[in-house]
């Protein structure tokens, strides 16, 4: 079983930043793929960043391109995504997700997701 766990939400004025990180536990974290997601009120999750944790190798959705930065320590089972110059409209929940066949944004190729950490940007 695979257990994701979230933590480094906040709130934040818009232009601050934030780091999310994603401990995971359960399996052996090598060589394979993890994500963040995001899903704000009334509206469907969004694919934000996701990590080839064999290579490295990274994919970002268009809305956080320069902003944000997803990498890995596989020493220690976790995850970060580090978000700078926030905007208000990066205000959602954010989720961890591992274990999809490919570098991917979409969501229902992953298989497991933590319980998500609140991120609030204000203006």
């Known amino acids: 079983q695979v257990q994701l766990v979230e933590s480094g939400g906040g709130s934040v004025q818009a232009g601050g930043s934030l780091r999310l990180s994603c401990v995971a536990s359960?399996?052996?974290?090598?060589?394979?793929?993890m994500g963040w997601f995001r899903q704000a009120p009334g509206k469907e999750r969004e694919g934000v960043a996701t990590i080839y944790t064999g290579s490295g190798a990274t994919l970002y959705s268009a809305s956080v391109q320069g902003r944000f930065t997803i990498s890995q320590d596989n020493a220690k089972n976790t995850l970060y995504l580090q978000m700078n110059s926030l905007k208000p409209e990066d205000t959602a929940m954010y989720y961890c997700a591992y274990e999809s066949g490919a570098l991917t944004l979409v969501a229902h190729a992953y298989t497991y997701w933590g319980q998500g950490t609140q991120v609030t940007v204000s203006s």
């Open positions: 359960g399996y052996t974290y090598s060589r394979n793929y």
